[in-house]
């Protein structure tokens, strides 16, 4: 993950938990989005403490799952269970491979989801790094023009069978 500028302004502050998507879809209901733990916030308060622990705990009832497949299985549960709110965050500010946008002042993170291999993430990771860079030497004219859009990251899609849009 690649952090351009400070997320915390996007975070909602009524959630328990705020969650990064794969795909962010607003019109869905926030527990219908496709989350990805690659990336989460949580409050420090006793229900969010309870949250990990049932999160933690609910690994023994999947065993060999991964984390993020174990929370997505408990989700509903822990809204009913815990009264939990959980939230997803819009890709607009917390982009990832699988869903991103080219409007670089808003971007906060970038996440190589939507790849397998840690060498492909950090290739497609080290190009968008320097997109940022480009994009961030640019004078304000430039910028206010607009244009300016990411590196394909065809190393991770490469890895996922995925073609270009």
Known sequence: MVLFRNPLRHIPVYADMSCSSDVF????????????TGLYYMKATNRTIEMMKYWIASRERFPGEHD????????HELVSELQAKIEP???VYFGGFCQYHDDLEKVCTM???C??????????????AADWKNYTSLTPELREK????WTYPTVCR????????
């Open 158 to 165: 490469d890895s996922m069978g995925w073609r270009e849009p």
């Open 68 to 75: 993020q497949t174990v929370f997505v299985r408990i989700k």
């Open 115 to 128: 790849c397998v291999g840690m060498e492909n993430k950090l290739h497609d990771l080290k190009d968008i």
């Open 25 to 36: 879809k607003p019109w869905r209901a926030p527990l219908d989005q496709d989350f990805n």
């Open 111 to 113: 996440h190589a989801c």
């Open 146 to 149: 607009g244009g300016f859009k």
């Open 89 to 91: 965050l819009d890709t």
